[in-house]
């Protein structure tokens, strides 16, 4: 009796099971992933195009210099935006409190992070929201771009200055931050004594000292928001302490603790990433978060550039160095 018959129905019947289970488990995956991602709150803006004819704008010398230099577009360059504000009306914009350009370089397989200053002196785009129209003044400090047009105008506005592409933003009230944080059981910062003494008499009962600290939700929120203790440059750079130490800490965890804890985040951003492009995003991360991680922040001139200009306090700088300098470390 020939049983070749049977055991070639049995194989079938095997193959038939397990690609079941694996389309199963495919459509579990992409279902749970497009659930986490509905989280989020989607915010269309539109195309951001790479603008022409600037030549033609009446812009101080040093800006027009900048907006020579070819806005860099390479394949192996993705470019977000992170924004972070305090703002509690849902009504209006407010003026963004942190901005980061997240560079992720495909060919050396790094991450670039760069903060931007908010008081930067900058060219804005003539495309405010309807309501902000007579507040809009051509030039003015890069924060008021985001109060104006939102995020919309504000990626415009690095765009035009910075000489980067640069389309998708996230933005996320660092509030959010609390949770997740204790989700991944806390970040390691390295505090200065000053750093240390000051949030020990912020939140009383705490005995942090100088060195690398394990911070809880709570004690590396105020970390990021700490003003009178230096300056701006100093707290944009426990700015990206935070959200550089919380990049390393999710990628180093379980799978099971990566989605519990990008389910407590998602409800905490607003992005105008699509879902298909945010899905995209979620699979590369799985080989991003083992790049390197380095970070830079503009302007370079600091303090040399500060100015006063309609009595508010503004960083006029030389565009041609500072965009080769940001162009160069995208690079590297």
């Given amino acids: ?141 890069l924060n008021a771009a985001h109060t104006w047009g939102g995020p919309r105008l504000l990626l415009k506005t690095v ?17 959010g931050f609390k949770g997740v944080i204790d989700k991944v059981g806390g970040v390691p910062i390295n505090l200065t004594a000053a750093e240390a003494k000051y949030l020990n008499k912020l939140l009383g009962g705490k005995s942090l000292t100088a060195g690398e600290q394990l911070l809880d939700g709570e004690t590396a929120l105020h970390y990021a928001r700490i003003r009178k203790l230096d300056s701006d440059f100093k707290r944009m750079e426990r700015q990206r302490n935070v959200i550089i130490a919380l990049f390393k800490k999710i990628g180093s965890c379980s799978t099971k603790k990566m989605s519990a804890t990008a389910e407590s985040l998602m409800p905490f951003v607003t992005t105008n990433i699509s879902d298909i492009d945010f899905m995209s995003l979620i699979f590369d991360f799985i080989t991003y978060r083992h790049y390197e991680i380095d970070q830079m922040m503009l302007p370079l001139e600091t303090y040399k550039a500060k100015v006063v200009i309609r009595g508010m306090e503004m960083y006029d700088i030389d565009w041609k160095e500072n965009i080769g300098a940001l162009h160069k470390f995208m690079e590297s």
């Fill in 1 to 141: 009796m020939n049983t070749y018959p049977k055991k070639r129905n049995i194989a079938v019947v095997i193959a038939g099971l397990l690609a079941g289970m694996i389309l199963a488990s495919a459509v579990f995956v992409f279902g749970y992933l497009y659930f986490v991602i509905g989280l989020r709150t989607f915010h269309k803006t539109g195309s951001i195009p790479i603008e022409t004819g600037l030549e033609n704008l009446d812009v101080p010398p040093n800006m027009s210099k900048g907006m020579n230099i070819p806005v860099r577009q390479e394949g192996h360059l993705k470019n977000f935006l992170i924004i972070g504000s305090d703002t509690r009306n849902p009504d209006t914009h407010g003026r963004s409190d942190a901005m980061m350009l997240v560079t992720v370089n495909t060919k050396t397989k790094k991450i670039h992070v760069t903060s931007l200053m908010r008081a930067i002196y900058v060219s804005i785009p003539q495309d405010p929201d309807p309501q902000y129209a007579k507040n809009w003044t051509s030039q003015y400090m």
């Fill in 159 to 175: 765009q035009r200055n910075f000489r980067v592409d640069v389309s998708q933003y996230i933005a996320t009230d660092f509030s």
